[in-house]
């Protein structure tokens, strides 16, 4: 699926950062940054282009070859990883950075990932995410069709044990990320850092 949505010649979720990373990322040092579902690169792009070392991971060929052709018209570097989330095991006590932005998957992936996002990041390191929430679905306006790939405050705190959160909010915004994610949205949104 995702092959075939990232094969039109645009930027199916457009080029620019998501607007909640471009906002949590300021404060944070530049270190090693890892992109969790990234698609066609905008987010590990924009985190090149402040200075980060980003590796990218997506399911898909297709979506990573033009996140390298975006890294290449921005003049930065990025490494691509392409893997299945499903098998992907972070490597512990590795990241400054963990980013996930609107990286649906199912409930039983999504909770090994968080757990591993928590062993993942180095003392001091900082985790942010931006999901859409159930309420999402009434909207038609991006996101996946079903509710069990959506993600709740409640649920990330859980999954997320261990980090220390300055941020988690559910809250509507308009999101204009491309063709596939252009409205209001229901989101949740989350900026947390490992204890030192």
């Known amino acids: 699926m995702w092959d075939e949505r990232y094969a039109a010649e645009e930027y199916v979720y457009g080029t620019k950062p998501n ?14 940054a890892l992109c969790l579902g990234e698609g ?4 590990a792009v924009f985190l090149a282009q402040q200075g980060f070392d980003v590796l ?10 033009k996140a390298q052709r975006l890294a ?16 992907y095991a972070i490597e512990p006590d590795s990241w400054d950075l963990i980013v996930s932005i609107f990286c649906h998957v199912p409930p039983e992936i999504r909770r090994r990932l968080h ?18 929430t159930p309420a999402q679905l009434e909207r038609g306006t991006g996101g996946p ?4 790939l959506m993600m709740t405050r409640s649920a990330l705190i859980e999954e997320l044990d261990g980090l220390e959160f300055q941020e988690a909010v559910e809250c509507e915004r308009d999101v204009i990320e491309g063709r596939f994610h252009t409205g209001r949205g229901a989101v949740v ?3 947390a850092h490992k204890p030192r």
Do not use: H, K
């Open 72 to 87: 290449e018209d921005r003049g930065v570097r990025i490494e691509t990883l392409v893997v299945d989330l499903a098998d």
């Open 189 to 191: 949104q989350i900026l």
């Open 115 to 132: 757990a591993e996002t928590v062993a993942a990041l180095r003392p001091g390191g900082t985790f942010i995410l931006e999901a859409y």
């Open 145 to 148: 069709p079903v509710a069990d």
């Open 40 to 43: 066609e690169g905008r987010n």
């Open 19 to 32: 607007d909640f990373l471009r906002m949590a990322v300021a404060s944070v040092p530049c270190g090693r």
């Open 56 to 65: 990218a991971v997506d399911s898909s060929a297709v979506g990573l070859r």
